[in-house]
């Protein structure tokens, strides 16, 4: 979702391929069709006979919702797209899809005020500690939202981007280290990673850009 589609889409834009634009919009709505369960705001992570895993994982949330926000950036600004007829359904859909996510998030309990490597598991398992990747990854796309759309992502949500932001300062060691992590090898790890993941860490900067960028525009303050 945070690769394919947003890359398909820059491509559309940049042909000026309307119809593939559309199509990359279709095809996160039924990336959504399989993996949203019904009545839950979030993502189940994968589905099939591969590797299954029904759980709500944060980060795979995440990527979702980062994928869907790069879509959606590039139908609201790509001439292409200007005068299409299903460029307003495409941008309502789209981002009451990123909103789903981002509310499902909000919605769950943390742990040391971080979201749960899977969301909504409070069961002691091992698999429902707080991790700085997923979390710092939707902080971002909450801070894009609420530029991209400011009626749909006003100041609840900011103050929830502004929130996991200041907590991040006390998970980033004095080498630049943000943890913990998931393990960005296996997500079914239930050892909090430590030792610096990739992912976590360009999650972290991305949510600084993005904030910046709020910011820039005078939507977020400093």
């Known amino acids: 979702m945070y690769m394919a589609p947003p890359f398909l889409a820059y491509i559309a834009a940049d042909r000026n391929n309307a119809t593939l634009l559309k199509e990359v919009y279709e095809q996160c709505g039924l ?33 979702a919702a980062a994928g869907m926000t ?17 460029r307003s359904g495409a941008i309502a859909d789209l981002t009451t899809w990123i909103q789903e996510i981002v509310d499902g998030a909000m919605s769950q309990s943390t742990d040391n005020n971080l979201l749960r490597n899977y969301l909504n598991d409070t069961t002691g398992d091992g698999h429902g500690y707080g991790e700085i990747s997923g979390t710092s990854m939707l902080a971002a ?16 949500y900011i103050a929830w981007a502004e929130g996991v932001r200041k907590t991040m300062a006390s998970h980033i060691s004095s080498n630049g280290t943000a943890a913990p992590a998931v393990n960005p090898l296996n997500w079914g790890d239930t050892v909090p990673f430590t030792a610096g993941s990739p992912e976590g860490n360009n999650f972290v900067v991305l949510m600084y ?3 910046r960028d709020c910011v820039k525009v005078g939507t977020c303050s400093k």
């Open 31 to 63: 990336y959504r069709a399989v993996l949203k369960p019904p009545a839950v705001q979030n993502w189940q992570h994968i589905i099939g006979p591969q590797s299954a895993d029904l759980g709500l994982w944060s980060t795979g949330n995440a990527w």
């Open 209 to 211: 850009a993005a904030w």
């Open 70 to 86: 790069r879509v959606l950036a590039t139908i609201i600004k790509a001439p292409v797209a200007k005068n299409a007829d299903w």
């Open 141 to 156: 796309v909450t801070y894009r939202m609420a530029v991209l759309s400011k009626a749909t992502f006003g100041a609840k």
